[in-house]
Structures are given as structure tokens and as C-alpha cells.
């Protein structure tokens, strides 16, 4: 049986490898793919799966960070990149304005709140047309340098990718491990309990909102410079935050690698889906994400990670035998 | 009582729901030091009154003071800044945290830092007698009740609220659970205990308020009170008199 440390060691050789050893553009597109909802999901998992405030409007942040490049690109001529710490800061401003009277919410009203927000924010994007309204904004069709990050092949953006994912990863672990984290979790549990610790709740709620919506925003951005294309529906649309739920919660909401494990199992079985029934099986991806959450619902609210856990034990024990 | 020595002074507490008027200008005053039990029948006022001390339910008239300070509209978390800890009915564990990391939760309060609020957090459960690596989930009810005080322990309170805390234990339960309350009252701090149980209030405190209908109807010594006329009316109904006469 394989220890944490080895698992680990494998994990990060995989994802260096695997676009080197899967070099078509099919599997390229489909490890960009990946990485991408793993990084949706890890940020969405800070304030979702750790705080246990369920967004399932996060797509409001994914929609501003990828906004911005494109914007500052088609307002000013500047660089895609340059439009990252902007949606940064922006994404950060409406998590603080979104929370502040949400957060006095629990539980499904929460949720919801955020659905209706983040659908107001998509109609109000569909309809201005300094933002490109409904047919949205194009990026550089040709790199003018570097900068602009506009690459042929894939390979450059999913090392790009793979370096934010770890960010996202190496600071959730560093949470996890503080103060922060023990706050969060103990929110999680108990609101009430955790007030009458002196946990400063709706602060550290807040706190970790901000913190969800900076990374969701950078994962709009990423998914804005390799595309050189949006529009309202495919950033602000609810499918974004739904896939960033379902990747979270099937892996393990609430643990490190749980948006990594949900991420490496529901791209690769959603283009599979895709390319078996080609454009036919789009609304598949509702009837797959339906799925997946009648059955975690059902039979494992903890996730993959935690059957995993729990399993591992009796594993050993007859490995053992 | 002389001022100075309070720890605690609620003067006048009110609080009502609507048109219920929960409870009826209490007053309570607690020295640094003291074990004080607040006692009486379900729907006495006791458990609103407690909250409106925890900070949990704001009173719609009245004055709490703690340690000098007005904490009458204090949200809970100020409150347990400030050295209020409470227990609650029903305990709450961190489900998905072991003891000590549910204990570290409280620690972090006065310890910031990771590896002070945890030697801090071990010694709590130490003296609580649990086990540090022990999921919460797998606790029964005396262990998550022993949890929750030492949690409230390790915010290092000077005054703790303990609610029901040593309700529903078995007989050695209870008494293992007396002589954890009397640890952690030779350690300095003032508890201030609603209980139903009889034996807690007579061999934890010497002095006891009596609620009934809101208000405070009897104070004293746990001996005294429990022979007052108006305690025993409060208790057993007014029809009592008329059976004992006959």
C-alpha cells in the first residue's frame, strides 16, 4: 500500500509528465482542461468545502477574472495579463459587498443568494455594451509578444496551469495548518460554538470568501488568455459554479486534494461523454453533473477521499492476511 | 456585596419574545471565586437568562456588567474574548476534527500561533482526561460533554457558564464529572451552573438563585432555598400545601 508521501511524489511526477507522455493535442486539451477545474474547484473548496458556505454562485468571480483581460485588451490595448490583478481586486471587492448581507444567510438560503447574484451579474454583462453585451469580447488573434500568452500549443498553458494550481494548493495547505483553518473548519461544524470560542465568524467568513473569489478569478483569467474569447453565458453561466461544487464534492469538499481527485475523475468522464456523442451530447453534461450528485448525496457526502480513508484500513488489514 | 469583588453584575435583566416576557428584571452579581447555581422549573426564565449572559440572546432591557466593562450588548465571540466561556444543553463537537483539534479551537483565542495553541490545547485535555488523537464523531455524550468544557477551557475564561453540562451522565459519570468541575474551579475560575439536578447545585455551590416565571424568587444557600415555601410552590405547584396539610 502506497504512503501518503510516495501517492504524493506520484501525483506531482504525473502531472509533470503527462503532457509529455500524452503529447496529442486531444490529451493536452483534456489535462488543460483539468487543471483548470481542479483550480476552480480548490478555490471554491477554501470557502465552500472548508468554511461550509456553499456558493453556487462562484461563476460571478470566474466571470469577472475573465472579463478583465479581454477588457483591458479591447478598452486600452494592454495585455491580457494585465487584466489578472484588476479581476483580482475587482472579484475581492464584490466577494466583501456579496458577503457582507449574505452571510447573514445559512445554509440553502445562502446558496441561493448567491445563484440569484451571480444571474443578475450574467443579464447585467448580456446587456452592457462597453463589456461586448451579449456577443461578449475577443482577444489578440495574434500575439504582439509574449506577454499577450497567446500560444499555439497547449503545452505552455498547461505548465502555466499546473503552476497556479500549486499556489492555490501550497496556500490551502498553509491555511489548513493555521489558525484560519481551524476557524473555518469549526464554522463548518457549528456556527454557534465556534462564536462562543471567540471565533469572529462572519469576519473569517468574509475573509475566506475574498480569499475563493481572488483564485476563482484567476481561473477566469487563465481560461480567458488560453480561449482569446468570452461571453456572459460562459463566464458567468451556472453551469461554472455547479462543475466547481460537483468537482469539489466528489473528491472530498473540505480536504486538499479532494477538488484534484473530483477534477481527475469528471473532466476525463465529461469529454468522454462529449466526444462519444459528439454535439448531440452536450445536455449530457447536466445529466452526468445530475448524477453525480444524487449519488455523493446519497451514498458518500464525504466524497471520494473519505471512502478512500475509510476503506484503506480494512485494504491494509487484508494485504496483511 | 461590595462592587469592586463582582465579576459579574446583571442588573434588571429583561427579556421578552413577542408579548412573552421571558424573564423579569433579574438580578445577579458574582464574585470572582464563586460556584453559584441557577436553579428551577422548565420554562423558569433560566436558560433565556443564561443566554442573555453568554451574549447569545441580546436582553431587551437591563445591564450586564463583566469585570468592570458593559458587556450588555456584546456580541458571543467579544463576550469569550473578554473571559466569558459557556457550555451549551446540548454539546456540539467538531465533527470532523479529533479532541485536540477541537480543543486548539478554543486555544487559539489567547495562542495565535499553531504550536503554542497546541501544547496549550494538550494540557487542557489532559486535565479533562480524554484522549487528544480521539475523533470527536466516536465520542458518546459524557466524552463530548467533557469535550465542550475543555474547548471553553482552553479559551482560558475567567467565568464559566456551564449549562446543563452534567446532565444525563450515570451516577459515576456524574461524580467524575463533579470532581472535573472542582478542578477547574481550584483553578481560579468563577462558574456560574443551571442544572436540574439537585445533587450538583448541593454539593457544587453555596449559593443558589431560584427562577420562576422570569424572575429571580429565591436566593441563598443551596440549604435554605430548597425549604423556602415559594421554591417548593415553584416546583411541586400550589396544590402541594393543601395535600401536605391534609
Not at chain 1, 470560542?197 to 475573509?207: A, D, F, H, I, M
Not at chain 2, 456560574?192 to 420562576?212: A, D, P, Q, S, W
Request: net charge positive; proline share 5%.
Amino acid at each position: 500500500m502506497l504512503s501518503p508521501r510516495t501517492g504524493l511524489v506520484l501525483l506531482v511526477l504525473g502531472l509533470l509528465l503527462y503532457p509529455l507522455i500524452l503529447s496529442g493535442p486531444f490529451y493536452r486539451d483534456i489535462g488543460v482542461t483539468f487543471l483548470l477545474a481542479a483550480i476552480s474547484a480548490s478555490a471554491w473548496n477554501i470557502v465552500g468545502g472548508y468554511a461550509g458556505q456553499v456558493s453556487v454562485g462562484h461563476s460571478m468571480f470566474f466571470g469577472l477574472g475573465a472579463y478583465t483581460p479581454l477588457l483591458v485588451y479591447t478598452q486600452w490595448g494592454w495585455p491580457p495579463i494585465a487584466g489578472i490583478p484588476i479581476g483580482i481586486a475587482l472579484a475581492i471587492g464584490l466577494a466583501v459587498v456579496i458577503g457582507m448581507p449574505t452571510f447573514r444567510l445559512t445554509g440553502h438560503y445562502f446558496s441561493m443568494a448567491t445563484i440569484a447574484v451571480a444571474e443578475l451579474i450574467r443579464i447585467f454583462f448580456g446587456t452592457w455594451d462597453w463589456v461586448g453585451a451579449a456577443i461578449g469580447l475577443q482577444g489578440p488573434a495574434v500575439a504582439r509578444g509574449w506577454w499577450d500568452l497567446t500560444f499555439r500549443s497547449e503545452l505552455p498553458y498547461y505548465y502555466i496551469f499546473l503552476g497556479v494550481l500549486a499556489v492555490v494548493l501550497l496556500t490551502t495547505a498553509a491555511i489548513e495548518r493555521r489558525r484560519f483553518g481551524f476557524y473555518l473548519r469549526a464554522i463548518k461544524a457549528s456556527e454557534r460554538a465556534a462564536k462562543s470560542l471567540g471565533v469572529p465568524v462572519r469576519r473569517t467568513k468574509l475573509q475566506a470568501l475574498a480569499l475563493s473569489a481572488a483564485f476563482t478569478s484567476v481561473a477566469g483569467s487563465l481560461y480567458v488568455i488560453k480561449t482569446g474569447f468570452i461571453d456572459p453565458d460562459s463566464a458567468f453561466g451556472i453551469l461554472i459554479s455547479v462543475q466547481m461544487v460537483i468537482v469539489a464534492a466528489l473528491g472530498g469538499a473540505g480536504t486538499l486534494f479532494g477538488p484534484l481527485i473530483g477534477a481527475l475523475i469528471l473532466i476525463p468522464s465529461q469529454t468522454l461523454t462529449n466526444s462519444l456523442f459528439g454535439g448531440g451530447g452536450s445536455g449530457l453534461t447536466y445529466i452526468l453533473y445530475g448524477g453525480i450528485i444524487v449519488l455523493i448525496a446519497r451514498f458518500e457526502p464525504g466524497g471520494l477521499l473519505d471512502l478512500w480513508h475509510r476503506l484503506s484500513p480494512q485494504l491494509r488489514k487484508r494485504a496483511h492476511v | 456585596m461590595s462592587e469592586a469583588k463582582n465579576l459579574l453584575e446583571a442588573t434588571n435583566v429583561s427579556k421578552t419574545f413577542g408579548e412573552f416576557l421571558a424573564v423579569r428584571g433579574a438580578d445577579l452579581a458574582v464574585e470572582e471565586g464563586e460556584i453559584i447555581g441557577l436553579i428551577g422549573p422548565n420554562g423558569a426564565g433560566k436558560s433565556t437568562f443564561f443566554n442573555c449572559l453568554a451574549g447569545e440572546t441580546m436582553p431587551t432591557g437591563g445591564k450586564i456588567v463583566f469585570a468592570g466593562t458593559d458587556v450588555t450588548r456584546a456580541l458571543p465571540e467579544t463576550r469569550a474574548r473578554a473571559g466569558i466561556g459557556r457550555t451549551f444543553q446540548v454539546p456540539t463537537a467538531f465533527e470532523d476534527m479529533n479532541v485536540l483539534h477541537n480543543v486548539m479551537v478554543g486555544a487559539f483565542l489567547r495562542h495565535p500561533h499553531r504550536n503554542d495553541a497546541r501544547e496549550h490545547a494538550l494540557r487542557i485535555v489532559e486535565l479533562t482526561g480524554l484522549r487528544p488523537d480521539q475523533a470527536a464523531r466516536s465520542l458518546g455524550t459524557p466524552g463530548r460533554k467533557r469535550l465542550e468544557i475543555a474547548r471553553v477551557l482552553a479559551t482560558e475564561p475567567r467565568l464559566l457558564l456551564l449549562d446543563e453540562s452534567l446532565a444525563g451522565l450515570t451516577p459515576s459519570e456524574l461524580r467524575d464529572a463533579i470532581a472535573l468541575v472542582r478542578r477547574i474551579h481550584a483553578m481560579g475560575i468563577t462558574i456560574v451552573i443551571v442544572e436540574h439536578i439537585m445533587e450538583v447545585i448541593m454539593t457544587l455551590t453555596k449559593r443558589v438563585l431560584v427562577f420562576n416565571q422570569g424572575h429571580v424568587i429565591a436566593s441563598g444557600t443551596p440549604d435554605s432555598v430548597v425549604r423556602e415555601e415559594a421554591v417548593i410552590e415553584a416546583y411541586l405547584g400550589r396544590g402541594h400545601r393543601k395535600r401536605r396539610d391534609q
